[in-house]
């Protein structure tokens, strides 16, 4: 199975900070990669798909990129909202696989 | 509006059998794969497998294959996943999603709509 590692694990910023979140594949998956964002108690929500496109209502303060096997997630300004858990998921090869997540706190 | 409604949460016992459903609404069912994932916290979100409602053509993550089976009801537009005999390790939060589709009609294993989740819990 392809590992997806995201670091870092927790991040403490404050509301107009600019975020950076990495995820490393273990093997290429070209472009295949996608961002989701989990609040407590809910599904997942599907926020970049095949590494930098923007799904459809999901605000351009977010935005995706890649370099060979290292996926970055950006957060371009903070906002209240945006304090949750992100994963990143590969879909270049079955079994899809998730990283382990990195939980975006208030400092 | 799409929408996926789970079943809900579920306590069981060791080697039960339990089923629970998935039902889709607001897109044509028969048109989007429907894949499942559980989450616990240990090993965080794992994708389970998928089924084509079309035909119930099914792909299982080899963690999950021989212990869950995928199936589908199009005449409810209604998924289902299940398991003969319940072990304490299947305890987690499973998630049914829809598999996004490209505008040429390719399907992509990324997931765009979610259903609300249901918690499985096993124990004796």
């Known amino acids: 199975d392809i590992q997806m590692t995201q670091s870092p694990s927790t991040l403490s910023e404050s509301v107009g900070d600019r975020v950076t979140i990495t995820c490393r594949a273990s093997q290429t998956i070209i472009d295949w990669l996608a961002w989701y964002q989990q609040k407590p108690g809910k599904a997942p929500k599907l926020l970049i798909y095949?590494?930098?496109t923007l799904e459809s209502g999901v605000p351009s303060r977010f935005s995706g990129s890649a370099s060979g096997t290292e996926f970055t997630l950006t957060i371009s300004s903070l906002q209240p909202d945006d304090f949750a858990t992100y994963y990143c998921?590969?879909?270049?090869?079955?079994?899809?696989?998730f990283g382990q997540g990195t939980k975006l706190e208030i400092k | 509006e799409v929408q996926l409604v789970q079943s809900g949460a579920e306590v069981k016992k060791p080697g039960e059998p339990l089923r629970i459903s998935c039902k889709g609404s607001g897109y044509d069912f028969k048109k989007y794969w429907i894949s499942w994932v559980r989450q616990t916290p240990g090993k965080g979100l794992e994708w389970m497998g998928r089924?084509?409602?079309?035909?119930?053509?099914?792909e299982y993550s080899p963690s999950f294959q021989g212990r869950v089976t995928m199936s589908v009801d199009e005449s409810i537009n209604t998924a289902y996943l299940q398991w003969r005999s319940l072990k304490a390790s299947d305890t987690g939060m499973f998630f049914c999603?829809?598999?996004?589709?490209?505008?040429?009609?390719?399907?992509?294993?990324?997931?765009?709509?979610w259903g609300q989740g249901g918690l499985v819990t096993v124990s004796s």
């Open positions: 095949k590494a930098s």
């Open positions: 998921q590969q879909y270049n090869t079955s079994p899809f696989t």
């Open positions: 999603a829809r598999h996004q589709r490209g505008s040429g009609g390719y399907t992509y294993a990324t997931f765009d709509y």
């Open positions: 089924i084509d409602p079309s035909d119930s053509y099914t």
